[in-house]
Structures are given as C-alpha cells and as structure tokens.
C-alpha cells in the first residue's frame, strides 16, 4: 500500500486481470497495476482519452467463491505505460467487497480500513441496470 503525496486515496498493488467495456461495448482485458477506493491504474498499450466512459468487469476469488463486479469508470488521465481509471458509480455490495478485497491485499490493513471511515468516493446506487445490463452481475 502506497500513498503518494497530493492522493487522496492509498494505492493498493494489485496484479489482477480486469476486463474495460467501452462505450461502444468492445471489450479488452487488461492488468491492474494499482487500485484504490477510488480508481485503478492499468497496465496497457490500448490508447485512452480522458474523459471516455467504460464500464470495469472484475472477477476475483475469495474463499473457493469467484466474485465478478461491474463498476461504472472515466479515464482520466493516460501515459505511455496505461491508463487511470476513476471509478464514477457501483452497487454498495460491490464497495465493500472492493474494501474487503483492498484489506486483504495490502502490507498495512489498519491504515487502510482508517481510511475507509472516511467518505465514500464513488455514487453507490443501482448504476448498470439500464446502461450495461448485459455486463451487471446481479
């Protein structure tokens, strides 16, 4: 877990795949190099635009179970070696299995769930019923 100067949120290294739906529905899946509360930062040579709409498919595994989450994102920043994405909306659940996950996953899960009383960055809500009903895991 790293905090960089001016971040609002921790860094969690975090070496998975994520699959980003696009605005148009093309699919890529990727590496997450670092994620946050707040956003992830993938490891990708696909060129990003600040600003774009994405829908976030992540699956992970926890206690023999696979967990898959859709996640509502905006790039918001790019460079050579990827693109930051900052998380817009996701269902409660998701949030805090997001939290469970982070804890899990981080060399200082104090630090980190301190972090967590603070305010939710993200709106939690029903977001993907209508916008990306194909990709929302009920």
Request: aromatic share 10%.
């Amino acid at each position: 877990m790293n905090r960089l100067p001016g971040r609002k949120h921790a860094r969690v290294n975090f070496n998975s795949r994520v699959e980003i739906i696009s605005a148009d529905q093309s699919s890529t899946v990727f590496t997450i190099k670092n994620i946050s509360l707040a956003g992830l930062f993938l490891q990708c040579k696909k060129q990003y635009f600040p600003g774009e709409q994405c829908t976030i498919k992540l699956t992970e595994k926890w206690a023999r179970t696979s967990y898959t989450f859709a996640i509502s994102g905006k790039v918001v920043r790019t460079s050579e070696t990827g693109a930051a994405i900052q998380f817009t909306a996701m269902k409660a659940e998701t949030y805090m299995m997001l939290q469970t996950f982070l804890l899990y996953r981080c060399r200082d899960p104090l630090a980190l769930g301190a972090e967590f009383a603070g305010t939710c960055p993200v709106m939690l809500d029903e977001f993907c019923e209508k916008r990306v009903s194909t990709h929302c895991i009920n």
